[in-house]
Each structure stands twice: as structure tokens, then as C-alpha cells.
């Protein structure tokens, strides 16, 4: 068969792109491949701050759940039953308000906490930082040091490798799994979750558990500093509550540069040198992975661990402290003292923030102090709006929603007012358990003819007999035309 006929063309051969920039059709990747970071440990003031926030913040965290109060868990949200149980309170979805309340407080307290000394939170108190300090401890405790580490992960697949990598599997998986099964506790009894999970009974229940579970696994043991830098919003609006005056992690580069390697017995001044040695400790300490001498970056999560790395090699060569230290931009640029730089700490913004902050707070405590521990909604009977009934009366029927948010029994009185002859034609008291919520059936009667036709407001008062409780619900009685 011959070709067929028709103008030659010129075929290209595709020829695979070299991996080196000398090629000239060099394609860059649009994602640059992860290079896992091995955080060599570290001793000094702030890596103390690190675990001492650790230990706090899991004590009460793994701890909390297994405490009573009364009968019951302390600290208790059970979705099931639409109640919250904190120490003392009761609160049902009506008190919805206290937790917008309380989330505006944690963002005033993000908002203050950073315009003073940047990203304390995420350094410190972040769930995300304090179980990948954990996570990276038992790491550490299992696979040595951050150079043991290196060896291991570029070695070969040895018994005592796989012995290694397969223990710190099993701790990790079992801190993971304990940290999941203590958060769905929050929700579910935390004494009854655990039999139930022993009975392997509760399918949604082991469902949160290994889900929780696999987050904490996945985040701590792996994705580590990727979160921080990608997945955290945090790190990418930091910059708009910094300002110049904020106490940040700092590199005085007027003292370290021009950096070099050198003994320790010659006169480095003399030179030409700075106080940096250039020995990347603060490099290698750093669990986001980034150089604090190339300025502030927003993957800095404001641990100190660098400051710590620092001060230890300034006291082996015998040189001041401070290369690396929380400073501010101005004092750093014009060479403040530490009181100097405290004494802007009092600005506006912070004065501001302070302010509503402590606003907010006494606000909120002072509402829940005075908060009445009773709750009641009114819903009209939409099935008969309105009738007549025997003795001439004209009727509405209501469905009151009573909620005890107290731990004991309580006996309360219904009443209505708001009409002239207006009376409550159903049973007017009723008994409600300890911090139960029940719905009472309410028939309101009036003479028939002694109001003219429409919509007239009713009050209902509900009244805690032998207790101050009492609570006022507006409602409408309708009369027909």
C-alpha cells in the first residue's frame, strides 16, 4: 500500500525533559515534593514553656471526662438529650447564646494574645503543636536522636528497623486511638462509651472514635508542620494583627552578619565576623523546618525552640545572649532595651483589645451568675386555633416547653394573664426531674364575647414553687370573628 499523497510534514521527535535547570525545556513543578523535617531536641527556657503547656493541657484534657459532679459527668455535652453539663450548669440550646459569647472571647483573647507577642497559641497551646510534640517525643524515645533518625530512615530494611518503625506504629496508634476514644467522651458518658466499646457495641460511637483517632494519628505523626503552613488560616492573616511593636521571634542581623564558621579563641570582631557561627542549630531545632535569619516568615509558629538552639551556642562560645530572641521590629532596628520594648507593649490596639475583652468577660459571668435556671417555650396548638367549649368559653390550647436546668426536682405553678376574665382550664402545676425538659399541654379560657375578635397578647408565668425561678413568656389568644 503506498502512503498517500500530499505536502511532506515535519515530524518533531518528543524528546523526555531533563531534570537538571541546564535543560532548556525545564518544567517546574507547581507543587514543590515534601522534604521530611527531623527537629533535632533541645533544652532551655522555652522548650520548658513547650512541655509544661503540654502536660497542662492534657491533664485537663484526658483527665477532665472522668470526674463527677453530683451523679454525673462534670463536664458532659450530650447531643442525644440537647443538654450541657458544665461543673454547676445546665445549659440547653436556648443558652446558645453563651457559646457565641464564649467564641467571641477566644477571638478578642487570639486577637490581644497576638498584638502582644505574636503566635503564643500556635506555639504553645495549639492541639495541632502539642500532639505533634508528643507524637515526635515517643519518635525520638524509640529511634534516637535526629541524626540516629536520618541513618535509620536512609538505611536499608533491617530486623532492628523494622522492630523500630513497627513499636512506634503500635504507640502511635494507641496515644491516637486514646485520644479519640477521650474526645467522643466529652459526648457520650465516658464510663459508658468504654463498655460499650468493650462490648463492641455503638457502631456510631466507634465510628468517632477511629475517625478522631486517624486525625490525630495522620496530623501528629505525618502531615506535622504541613498543617501549620497549609491547612491553618492562622498563618496566612497573622501579619494583619502584627505590627511593629509586636514581640516576635528575632534575628538581630546588624550583631550575627556576616556570619561564618570559626574557633572560639580568636578575636572574630577582629575578622570582620558576627556573632553567628553559621552551625544552622536554629535550622535544625525548628519544627516547621524554616531559618529564623532570613526574617519573620509566616510558617514561624513563635516556639522559641530556635532561641533555646541560640542561647546554648552563645554560652559555648562565650558571647552574649540575644542573637535570636522575642524582640520587636523597632526595638530590634533601633537597639531598645527590654524594658523600652515592654513599655510599648500598653498601645492602643492592645488597650482596645483589653478593654472589650475584659467587657466580655464580666458581661458573661455576670449572666450566667444571674441566669434563672428555668426555661420554657410557648407553641400554640396549630390543629385548633381556637373553639368553644362547654360553659361558654372560648379556648386556645398551648404546648409549654419547661426545662429544669437545676440537678434537683422542681414543682412549678403555671399562670396566665393579659385578658379580663383570662384563666389556665388545664392542670396548673406540674412536677419536672432534675435537669429534665418536658412538654405540658395548656388550655387558656376566657368568657365567650368578653374581648372582641383578633389577636390579644397573653403573659404566661411559670413559677418555681418554694424557688425564686419565675420566667414570662408572651404568647397570642385569638378570638374569632
Given at each position: 500500500m503506498k502512503p498517500p499523497s500530499g505536502p511532506a510534514r515535519k515530524v518533531i521527535p518528543i524528546a523526555p525533559v531533563a531534570s537538571d535547570a541546564s535543560s532548556e525545556g525545564e518544567i517546574v513543578s507547581l507543587y514543590e515534593a515534601q522534604k521530611k523535617i527531623y527537629p533535632r531536641s533541645i533544652s532551655g527556657l522555652f522548650a520548658r514553656w513547650r512541655w509544661g503547656m503540654v502536660f497542662l493541657t492534657q491533664l485537663v484534657f484526658y483527665g477532665l471526662p472522668w470526674f463527677e459532679w453530683g451523679q454525673r459527668q462534670m463536664v458532659l455535652f450530650d447531643l442525644g438529650?440537647?443538654?450541657?453539663?458544665?461543673?454547676?450548669?445546665?445549659?440547653?440550646?436556648?443558652?446558645?447564646?453563651?457559646?457565641?459569647?464564649?467564641?467571641?472571647?477566644?477571638?478578642?483573647?487570639?486577637?490581644?494574645?497576638?498584638?502582644?507577642?505574636?503566635?503564643?497559641?500556635?506555639?504553645?497551646?495549639?492541639?495541632?503543636?502539642?500532639?505533634?510534640?508528643?507524637?515526635?517525643?515517643?519518635?525520638?524515645?524509640?529511634?534516637?536522636?535526629r541524626s540516629a533518625r536520618l541513618r535509620l530512615d536512609n538505611g536499608p530494611w533491617t530486623f532492628e528497623k523494622i522492630r523500630k518503625k513497627f513499636l512506634k506504629q503500635v504507640v502511635w496508634i494507641t496515644v491516637a486511638l486514646w485520644t479519640g476514644f477521650t474526645f467522643v467522651g466529652y459526648f457520650v458518658p465516658i464510663r459508658e462509651l468504654g463498655a460499650e466499646l468493650l462490648a463492641l457495641q455503638g457502631n456510631w460511637q466507634i465510628f468517632w472514635v477511629l475517625f478522631y483517632g486517624f486525625a490525630t494519628y495522620g496530623n501528629a505523626g505525618y502531615m506535622r508542620e504541613q498543617v501549620c503552613k497549609y491547612m491553618c488560616p492562622y498563618a496566612r492573616f497573622q501579619s494583619a494583627m502584627f505590627d511593629r511593636d509586636t514581640l516576635i521571634v528575632s534575628y538581630d542581623v546588624e550583631r550575627g552578619e556576616p556570619r561564618g564558621p570559626r574557633n572560639k579563641t580568636i578575636d572574630h570582631k577582629a575578622k570582620g565576623l558576627g556573632d553567628c557561627i553559621d552551625c544552622t542549630l536554629c535550622v535544625q531545632v525548628c519544627p516547621v523546618g524554616i531559618d529564623i535569619r532570613k526574617g519573620l516568615q509566616y510558617e514561624c509558629i513563635g516556639c522559641g525552640l530556635c532561641v533555646d538552639a541560640c542561647n546554648t551556642v552563645m554560652d559555648k562560645m562565650h558571647y552574649p545572649r540575644g542573637l535570636i530572641r522575642f524582640s520587636t521590629q523597632n526595638g530590634v532596628a533601633q537597639r531598645w532595651s527590654q524594658s523600652q520594648i515592654l513599655r510599648r507593649v500598653l498601645r492602643p490596639r492592645v488597650l482596645i483589645y483589653t478593654a472589650v475583652l475584659v467587657a466580655l468577660c464580666v458581661g458573661m459571668m455576670a449572666s450566667l451568675v444571674t441566669r434563672t435556671p428555668l426555661k420554657v417555650d410557648v407553641v400554640r396548638d396549630r390543629a385548633a386555633l381556637s373553639r368553644i367549649v362547654a360553659g361558654g368559653k372560648l379556648e386556645n390550647i398551648y404546648r409549654l416547653q419547661i426545662m429544669n436546668a437545676t440537678e434537683g426536682p422542681q414543682h412549678y405553678r403555671i399562670g396566665a394573664r393579659g385578658l379580663d376574665g383570662l384563666e389556665v382550664a388545664s392542670e396548673a402545676e406540674v412536677d419536672i426531674g432534675p435537669a429534665e425538659s418536658r412538654w405540658v399541654a395548656v388550655r387558656l379560657q376566657i368568657p365567650y364575647g368578653s374581648a372582641p375578635p383578633g389577636s390579644h397578647a397573653v403573659q404566661f408565668d411559670v413559677q418555681a414553687v418554694g424557688a425564686a425561678a419565675h420566667v414570662t413568656e408572651k404568647s397570642v389568644f385569638l378570638v374569632p370573628r
Open positions: 438529650a440537647r443538654r450541657f453539663y458544665i461543673f454547676g450548669l445546665v445549659l440547653y440550646p436556648q443558652d446558645f447564646i453563651y457559646l457565641t459569647g464564649l467564641l467571641i472571647i477566644s477571638a478578642l483573647s487570639l486577637f490581644l494574645f497576638t498584638a502582644v507577642a505574636g503566635r503564643l497559641w500556635c506555639g504553645f497551646a495549639c492541639p495541632q503543636t502539642v500532639y505533634t510534640e508528643m507524637f515526635m517525643w515517643i519518635e525520638h524515645k524509640i529511634e534516637g536522636d
